[in-house]
Nanobody, 121 residues
Framework: QVQLVESGGGLVQPGGSLRVSCAAS????????MGWYRQAPGKQRELVAG???????NYADSVKGRFTISRDNAKNTVYLQMNSLKPEDTAVYYC???????????????WGKGTLVTVSS
């Protein structure tokens, strides 16, 4: 079984910065991709940023140039550095990990419980 622990959310003023982290633990064999999604009130969940095991990265157009995703493979941890935050970035941010887990190996697609990011003055 795999667990994801997210941290780093909170309240920040417009223009400020915040970093969220997500650590995966358990019987992980390998991780293909890690990513951050967000869901604002009344809206659908959307991809914010993703990073593959080969370090291919993609961002939502709305966060390009402001957010940076990175991962520490040794710690099975993914980070999202968020700069120049805007009120419209307010949402619950969810971590997602896709890979292989367990013995015998099986596919995993796991979601964190979410961490709230509020951008407000």
């Amino acid at each position: 079984q795999v667990q994801l622990v997210e941290s780093g959310g909170g309240l920040v003023q417009p223009g400020g910065s915040l970093r969220v982290s997500c650590a995966a633990s358990g019987s992980i064999f390998s991780i293909y991709a890690m990513g951050w999604y967000r869901q604002a009130p009344g809206k659908q969940r959307e991809l914010v940023a993703g990073i593959t095991s080969g370090n291919r990265i993609n961002y939502a157009d709305s966060v390009k140039g402001r957010f940076t995703i990175s991962r520490d493979n040794a710690k099975n941890t993914v980070y999202l550095q968020m700069n120049s935050l805007k009120p419209e970035d307010t949402a619950v941010y969810y971590c997602n990990v896709v890979g292989v887990v367990g013995t015998p190996p099986s596919h995993m697609d796991v979601w964190g419980k979410g961490t709230l990011v509020t951008v407000s003055s």
